[in-house]
């Protein structure tokens, strides 16, 4: 059956079973109501692939020896992507006024911060923490500092290590940081500067990935905002609980403005800090 654009249609049935599949491989879920955004999304693989129905496009990504690469192009048709340098500034403030000082303080002889952007997208978000740092005299100096940054779309990482923006990626209040930590290039976008650069170490990894993800050492605080947002909940609590194992004892949860632990777990207590409520490990 093919639909109006001329493209193969999504039946219900097919629609429930790659929708299953897609959540249990990412997280990503499809709700009744965007049907028709999963067909239009994933139609062009179809005609480059030849292939006639999503019922075969199924079984392709379920057995074809091609399926790894196949899985890979649909994070990043099916992920969304929207990010900003900057992005929630209250929560910022949260992070470099109150929670970096409780985590230093506690921090005794060890030395070292490690700091998780966990579904980075284009980089941004990790940029971001990375300046915030870069202007703390005293972070630079006595610690190493670690920000790693990891998505599951490989396009976006692309760009991310690249480190060229579009004015698109600067929608804060204040852009002053711009003059300072970036480099105009020939064609009028912003590149940002290696001493902010290399503070960041991106990575490809799925959030559902228990292996992939003990591999990771232990980080002081993560971020993950925007992600969860759209995920399932039995997908949200196995991703909390990662970061749960992956947090030292008193390391901090940044989650979106729009997220929330209700209903996913209880295991963190909630911090209402001056400019944020933010989670931390027991
Ligand atoms: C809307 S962006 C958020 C970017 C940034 N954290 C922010 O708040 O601006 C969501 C990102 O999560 C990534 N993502 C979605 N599912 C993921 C998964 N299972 N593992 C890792 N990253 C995932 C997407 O590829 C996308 O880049």
Redesign the pocket.
């Known amino acids: 059956m093919w639909n109006i654009s001329g493209g193969p249609q999504l039946s219900n049935e097919e629609f429930i079973n790659l929708r299953n599949f897609i959540k249990e491989k ?3 879920f499809f709700d009744e109501n965007s049907k028709y955004i999963l067909e239009k999304r994933l139609s062009s693989r179809l005609v480059d692939l030849k292939i006639e129905s999503f019922k075969e496009y199924l079984f392709f990504l379920k057995f074809d020896k091609r399926r790894e690469e196949e899985l890979l192009l649909i ?1 990043d048709i099916l ?6 340098f900057f ?2 500034e209250y929560q910022l403030k949260a992070f470099s006024d109150e929670i970096l000082p409780e985590i230093l303080s506690k921090k005794g002889d060890s030395k070292s911060l490690r700091i998780w ?5 284009t980089g ?2 990790a940029y971001t923490i990375a300046m915030i740092l870069y202007n703390k005299k005293d972070i630079m100096e006595n610690y190493k500092i670690n920000i790693f940054a ?4 490989q396009r ?1 990482l692309k760009i991310a290590r690249e480190g060229v923006y579009g004015q698109n990626s600067f929608r804060g209040e204040k852009d002053d940081y711009k003059n300072i930590f970036f480099t105009l290039t020939e064609d009028k976008k912003y590149r940002i500067k290696d001493e902010i650069k290399r503070l960041v170490s991106f990575g490809h ?4 990935d228990k292996r992939q993800i003990a591999m990771l050492p232990s980080m002081d605080i993560v ?5 969860l947002i ?2 399932d909940n039995e997908s949200r609590k196995i991703v909390i609980d990662n970061f749960y194992n992956k947090l030292t004892n008193g390391g901090f949860l940044l989650l ?1 403005h729009a997220e929330s632990l209700i209903n996913v777990s209880t295991a963190f207590i909630m911090r209402h800090l001056k400019n944020d409520l933010v989670y931390q490990k027991p």
Do not use: H, K, M, P
């Not at 952007?117 to 997208?121: F, R």
């Not at 990891?150 to 779309?153: A, F, M, N, P, R």
């Open positions: 990412c997280g990503i994070y992920t969304t992507n929207e990010t900003y992005r929630e952007s966990a579904g980075c997208s941004e978000e990891s998505d599951i779309s976006c990894l799925n959030l559902l971020f993950c905002r925007n992600v759209y995920f979106g």
